[in-house]
Structure formats: C-alpha cells, structure tokens
C-alpha cells in the first residue's frame, strides 16, 4: 500500500515558486520523507529529504508539518528544465535503498 | 556521488529469449538494487544484490525469471529470462550513498521492449 499521496499533476509558471504537497498521514517517528524527481526518459534524481525540521538545499526546500503528517517540497523559482515527475517517499533511513515509489506529480513548467 | 553505468541503454528482444543488463559503479558499493518501471508506471524494487551472497527478491520477483550476479563491489548484471511483451520495461540500476544519507543514484536505464 502507497504510504504517501500525491497530486497526479501540476503546473506552474516559469520563474513562479512550485509547491508540491505530499499527504503520509501514517508516517512513523524514524521515517524520513524523501523527494525526488524524474526528468522524461532518465534515472531519478534525489532532490531533499528531512525527518521533521525543515530542510533547504540548492535545489529546494522541504516544508514538513509539526505533526509529521504531510509536507510541501517549493521549487523556488521554476525553470522548464524542472519539468518532471516528482516523488514523495517516506522510508526508514537504514533501509538500504528500499524506496516505494508511489506515481509521484507530474509538474509541468510553462513559459 | 557515484556514476552510473547500464549497457545496454536500449533493445529490441524476441519473446523467448533472454537478455542480460551490465549496470558498472565508479566506485565500490556494498549493496546495488535493481528498479523495473514499466511504461507510464512508477519504479518497483526488484531485488538487491550483494557482493558474495545470493540477491534477495522482492514479493513478485523471482531468481528463475531475474538471474542477477554480483561478482564484485562496482559490478552487477540482471537477466530478463524468457521474456514476453509484459516485460517491456526500462531497468535502472541503483546505488545509495555510502553515508546512508538516502540519496539513491541511479543509472539511465535500459529500456527493453519485447516484440
């Protein structure tokens, strides 16, 4: 069973900041949330991930709610190259590369 | 971060036939995973593969179907055995960040269509 819930889509202005919302209401005290991101037709990308503080990298930020229950990654200025489907993961951090990939949101970055 | 390496990047198989995916690291990793997404669907774990011991599957895959070896820390195969057009999928290889961080690092992919 997915453990996270994701918009199937999305789109958003270039140069606009993007939020992506992820639900994982059941999440436990050692999950970590997880992001990434697929361009069309390559591997994903790690982008961010956070267990319950928030987190900023060059790439973007990651909103986590102080109940642990959904988070919001923010692309901050969107470019068409973010153009992607984006995945919100939680997983126990020693689970060695056991990620359950949900269908993630397409995010599509209009001029 | 790690580089990652998949031969072939893409074919064309026959049903029936087998065909094996070289997945080679930059750099000497304990564990490698094996990912399917088949088209317009997410990623699903295969299996994961260790050097010197059997690969362990998930629920739904099978070693008989998906042969993988490990014979060494930068270097793994999958076999797609006996394949149907349902196996038409791209197979990425994976590795994690040494640290444990969760950062997986993934190959391009070899997207395999059966005819």
């Known amino acids: 069973d997915a453990k996270t819930t994701q918009p199937p889509s999305m789109d958003c202005a270039e140069g606009r900041a993007a939020n992506l919302p992820c639900n994982h209401s059941?999440?436990?005290?050692?999950?970590?949330v997880y992001w990434y991101r697929q361009i069309h037709s390559q591997g994903p990308q790690y982008i961010i991930h956070?267990?319950?503080n928030n987190e900023t990298n060059e790439m973007a930020s990651l909103i986590i709610t102080e109940d642990r229950k959904s988070s919001t990654l923010i692309l901050p200025h969107a470019t068409l190259r973010d153009t992607a489907v984006y995945y919100c993961?939680?997983?126990?951090?020693?689970?060695?590369?056991?990620?359950?990939f949900g269908a993630g949101t397409q995010v599509v970055v209009t001029p | 971060s790690a580089v990652i390496s998949q031969k072939p990047s893409r074919d064309i198989c026959q049903r029936g036939t087998s065909l094996t995916i070289q997945c080679q690291v930059d750099?000497?990793?304990?564990?490698m995973f094996w990912y399917r997404q088949q088209p317009g669907q997410s990623l699903t774990l295969i299996a994961t593969?260790?050097?010197?011991?059997?690969?362990?599957?998930e629920s739904g895959f099978v070693i008989d179907k998906f042969p993988i070896s490990r014979p060494n820390l930068t270097f793994s195969t999958l076999t797609v055995s006996n394949m149907s057009p349902e196996d038409s999928s791209i197979y990425l290889c994976?590795?994690?960040?040494?640290?444990?961080?969760?950062?997986?690092?993934f190959g391009e992919g070899s997207r395999l269509t059966v005819l």
């Open positions: 956070g267990l319950k």
């Open positions: 994976s590795v994690e960040d040494w640290r444990n961080t969760g950062e997986l690092f």
């Open positions: 750099s000497q990793v304990t564990m």
């Open positions: 059941t999440i436990s005290g050692n999950e970590y």
């Open positions: 993961i939680v997983r126990v951090r020693d689970s060695w590369g056991k990620f359950q």
């Open positions: 593969a260790n050097q010197g011991s059997e690969a362990t599957y």
